[in-house]
């Protein structure tokens, strides 16, 4: 599929994008140039066994890096109203973006077509809007939280 960009790397500008998050709100990605580190967690799907307790630790984490001066974001191909309920259910502190459209997970370069969402990924992107951190993993691989703190140390 010639519409997916190639793999998002490290220094590479990160592509802006404003999508909903599980309140219907807009998050816009270049807010934050100039004021904080955005982190962005993609992530399959809403539900998911894998995701859900990935997701948790995200949350169990969020003051960590709330202070580590960063915004935190994970991003799915679901709806709004999925992440609603499932935000909701457990109980997450960090908002979820809406990438419905695949536009962003395309843009990025972390688009799964086998099952039309987006890859388990992590993307920071500094206060200047640049790539700082990419790690791709396996779709049923969760994530290591100390290894996003890590990186984010650096950058503050």
Request: proline content about 4%; glycine content about 4%; aromatic content about 10%.
């Amino acid at each position: 599929m010639s519409d997916v960009a190639p793999e998002i790397k490290v220094g590479d500008t990160a592509p802006d994008f404003t999508l909903k998050d599980q309140d219907q709100k807009d998050v816009k990605l270049s807010e934050f140039k100039g004021k904080k580190n955005v982190v962005l967690a993609f992530y399959p799907l809403d539900w998911s066994p894998v995701c859900q307790g990935e997701n948790k630790c995200l949350t169990d984490d969020f003051p960590k890096f709330q202070s580590a001066n960063s915004e935190l974001f994970g991003i799915s191909c679901d709806s709004f109203f999925s992440h609603k309920a499932w935000a909701d259910s457990l109980d997450l502190k960090h908002r979820l973006l809406s990438d419905f459209n695949r536009e962003v997970v395309k843009k990025y370069g972390l688009y799964f077509e086998p099952l039309n969402c987006g890859k388990r990924a992590t993307v920071i992107v500094d206060k200047n809007g640049k790539v700082a951190y990419v790690k791709v993993q396996e779709i049923k691989v969760a994530r290591e939280d100390k290894d996003i703190l890590a990186a984010l140390a650096k950058l503050s």
